[in-house]
């Protein structure tokens, strides 16, 4: 990020838009510049409060975000994004690049598993995805089917912690290495499996589950326990519950 002056910043912003990956607020903006993220330009209508929050927050980044936030008059913030967040901050970054993903994903040995979500349909849901696979430390997420793991909505739902781990949308030929382990309702308690480091971790979309090219692939189906009569869980709670098992004592 660089200094600039409120007009040469609005100027930059409408430049470097196009293709950029929008940080929608203070946390997306923190976990970003952590995690190494190429941010080109973050602009706010009251730098003192985001300094505040930082100095709450995140004081490794107080000097940083004091050199390179802009601060711009309110109405011309509104006029960036749809919705201004509540933190008043928002940011653009570049996307993180797809070989270095695809590296990250095929390394070996690999020591953490990548979750794979077979043809997600809600933003939200892969957003709150991404944020656990970082927080567990998971290698990535890997999704198929027609939704960009990247949208808009993704990334301000994953709290700009697509560049803590590697997102990316693969075909099912072009999965990385390792074990598959599919949840579903029909497979083995996952509380009887120690699941190993390497595994891809696979859960069905929202609506329909796995789909049969997946299911048929699967080395193995798991199933997460469940009281009678309950018929599902939230997706992502099901990514946690299994990723707390993996990395949980066995």
């Given at each position: 990020m660089n200094d600039a002056d409120p007009t040469s910043a609005l100027r930059l912003?409408?430049?470097?838009?196009?293709?950029?990956?929008?940080?929608?607020?203070?946390?997306?903006?923190?976990?970003?510049?952590?995690?190494?993220?190429?941010?080109?330009?973050?602009?706010?209508s009251d730098k003192e409060s985001v300094l505040a929050?930082?100095?709450?927050?995140?004081?490794?980044?107080?000097?940083?975000?004091?050199?390179?936030?802009?601060?711009?008059?309110?109405?011309?913030?509104?006029?960036?994004?749809?919705k201004v967040h509540p933190t008043r901050v928002v940011a653009l970054a570049v996307r993180r690049g797809r070989t270095e993903n695809l590296a990250v994903l095929a390394a070996a040995p690999r020591r953490s598993p990548v979750v794979v979500l077979d043809n997600p349909r809600n933003l939200g849901n892969v957003g709150a995805v991404v944020r656990l696979a970082a927080g567990f430390g998971a290698t990535g997420v890997v999704t198929t089917g027609d939704l960009d793991p990247w949208h808009p909505n993704v990334?301000?739902?994953?709290?700009g912690l697509h560049f803590a781990t590697a997102v990316e949308r693969l075909s099912l030929d072009?999965?990385?290495?390792?074990?598959?382990?599919?949840?579903?309702?029909?497979?083995?308690?996952?509380?009887?499996?120690?699941?190993?480091?390497?595994?891809?971790?696979?859960?069905g979309s929202e609506r329909h589950?796995?789909?049969?090219?997946?299911?048929?692939?699967?080395?193995?189906?798991?199933?997460?326990?469940?009281?009678?009569?309950?018929?599902?869980?939230?997706?992502?709670?099901?990514?946690?519950?299994?990723?707390?098992?993996?990395?949980?004592?066995?």
């Amino acid at each position: 990020m660089n200094d600039a002056d409120p007009t040469s910043a609005l100027r930059l912003w409408h430049e470097t838009a196009p293709g950029a990956v929008v940080l929608d607020g203070f946390h997306a903006l923190k976990h970003a510049l952590r995690f190494g993220a190429d941010v080109r330009l973050a602009v706010t209508s009251d730098k003192e409060s985001v300094l505040a929050l930082a100095a709450e927050l995140a004081d490794d980044l107080t000097g940083t975000l004091r050199r390179s936030v802009v601060e711009v008059p309110a109405d011309e913030l509104r006029d960036l994004v749809p919705k201004v967040h509540p933190t008043r901050v928002v940011a653009l970054a570049v996307r993180r690049g797809r070989t270095e993903n695809l590296a990250v994903l095929a390394a070996a040995p690999r020591r953490s598993p990548v979750v794979v979500l077979d043809n997600p349909r809600n933003l939200g849901n892969v957003g709150a995805v991404v944020r656990l696979a970082a927080g567990f430390g998971a290698t990535g997420v890997v999704t198929t089917g027609d939704l960009d793991p990247w949208h808009p909505n993704v990334v301000r739902a994953g709290a700009g912690l697509h560049f803590a781990t590697a997102v990316e949308r693969l075909s099912l030929d072009a999965f990385p290495p390792g074990p598959l382990y599919a949840l579903d309702p029909a497979g083995d308690d996952i509380r009887t499996v120690t699941l190993p480091d390497d595994a891809l971790l696979a859960f069905g979309s929202e609506r329909h589950g796995l789909s049969v090219e997946l299911r048929e692939r699967a080395d193995t189906l798991l199933a997460l326990p469940m009281r009678p009569q309950v018929s599902s869980y939230n997706l992502a709670t099901s990514v946690a519950m299994t990723l707390f098992h993996w990395g949980g004592p066995n």
